[in-house]
């Protein structure tokens, strides 16, 4: 079946730093790949949609110079948290799905990334 | 916000079946039913999707109303490692692939031995 990973896991940082989250697809080939975000106790929210060779489209609310969503190829998307700071500590999940015009293709996840900034 | 709306936590028994009911009485005609869990710390994984008919594949079956306002998830037999947070969202399907997933709070599942 469609696989996605997801890259680190969980990563602990000090605050101001940088922290860049991989996605990949490691079995199809993904036009599309969503970033959600989820807090603690809370459900996901989708924070934006990354389209291969042209720029991400952010839900509102969501700083895109914040989060810079790069989706180079058709199998990785990154999520870079810029200048992090203890409110951005969150759970970090991608999904992909297959191209347009592949019957009945459901968003495939990764296993999410845990994000804490100290 | 969610156009679904699912209880907030349901208890079953380990090895009876598990029916999750959704109600999604604003649904239009080219919205699919679509059906998600997450258990704890994890992505959500994939169970099944629909138009209009029943489906069935070897997670669970769907069953949906025929006016599609609502429809119910079944797991035949639970088993503990079905505990998680089931999520019913409802999403266009374009042209084959998924548009964009709107996550509600979704229904605790707790499976008891």
């Known amino acids: 079946g469609a696989v996605v990973s997801q890259h680190p896991s969980w990563v602990i940082c000090k605050s101001g730093t940088s922290v860049k989250i991989e996605c990949r697809s490691l079995?199809?080939?993904?036009?599309?790949m969503f970033w959600y975000r989820q807090f603690p106790k809370q459900s996901l929210m989708l924070m934006a949609t990354s389209n291969e060779g042209s720029k991400a489209t952010y839900e509102q609310g969501v700083e895109k110079d914040k989060f810079l969503i790069n989706h180079a190829s058709l199998t990785l998307s990154t999520l870079t948290v810029t200048s992090a700071h203890p409110e951005d500590s969150s759970f970090y999940i991608c999904?992909?799905?297959?191209?347009?015009?592949?019957?009945?293709?459901?968003?495939?996840f990764g296993d999410g990334t845990r994000l804490s900034i100290l | 916000d969610a156009k679904t709306t699912q209880p907030t936590s349901m208890d079953c028994a380990e090895g009876r079946a598990a029916n999750l009911p959704c109600n999604h009485s604003?649904?239009?005609?080219?919205?699919?039913v679509y059906w998600y869990r997450q258990i704890h710390s994890q992505g959500p994984q994939y169970i099944i999707h629909g138009l209009k008919n029943n489906e069935t594949n070897e997670m669970a079956s769907l069953i949906i109303t025929e006016d599609r306002k609502s429809s119910t998830l079944i797991l035949p037999h639970a088993t503990l490692r079905d505990t998680a947070v089931y999520y019913c969202i409802v999403s266009l399907n374009y042209g084959g692939s998924q548009g964009n997933l709107i996550f509600g709070k979704g229904t605790k599942l707790s499976v008891k031995p």
């Open positions: 604003t649904i239009s005609g080219n919205e699919y």
């Open positions: 079995d199809f080939q993904a036009t599309t």
């Open positions: 999904s992909a799905s297959r191209p347009i015009g592949v019957r009945n293709q459901p968003q495939h």
